[in-house]
């Protein structure tokens, strides 16, 4: 195994275990948990909906922890749009729509992770492009998939949606 495949699949688990670190407080005690981080709820079963998407959402990169290589496109969905939006979405909650500042610590799980793993799976893809590190092969296929340039196009419209939505 490559080895930024090795950490591309190490970081991924270790954010899916931090992501439990939300998602079992906010199921089980969301008011003591949203409490914590000073953010305001109402009604707390809009705390535990959020926890079960988290949850579903941390399944999800599953496959791609396990071998990255072979579940190339969950890897990349990992990224983009899961981490690219949440990290961006909280950001711009918090810092330009007054959101309580207890979102940043969602932005700065998702913003680290997100490009922890694009770090590694972009290197992974360069290494398979060229072969390791012996330098360019002959007919070296595309650095990216050609599906990546639709995914990355709809994570920037689902955060442009987002932003709007704040925003009004």
């Not at 959101?99 to 998702?110: K, N, Y």
């Not at 650095?143 to 009004?168: D, E, F, N, Q, R």
Request: aromatic share 16%; charged share 10%; hydrophobic share 55%.
């Amino acid at each position: 195994m490559s080895r930024y495949a090795f950490w591309y699949s190490r970081l991924t688990w270790i954010g899916i275990a931090i992501n439990m670190l939300f998602v079992i407080p906010l199921a089980f005690a969301p008011n003591w948990f949203l409490g914590l981080l000073k953010i305001p709820l109402d009604q707390p079963i809009w705390g535990q909906a959020a926890a079960m998407l988290l949850f579903i959402i941390s399944v999800f990169y599953m496959p791609g922890a396990v071998d990255p290589v072979r579940y190339r496109a969950p890897a990349w969905i990992h990224v983009f749009p899961s981490r690219t939006c949440g990290s961006t979405f909280f950001l711009i909650a918090v810092l330009f729509f007054g959101q309580p500042p207890g979102f940043l610590s969602i932005a700065l799980v998702d913003a680290f992770f997100g490009l922890a793993t694009l770090y590694c799976l972009v290197h992974l893809t360069r290494e398979e492009q060229f072969g390791g590190e012996q330098g360019p092969v002959q007919g070296a296929r595309r650095m990216y998939p050609p599906w990546l340039t639709g995914l990355v196009a709809a994570t920037a419209t689902v955060l442009l949606i987002l932003v709007i939505g704040l925003a009004s």
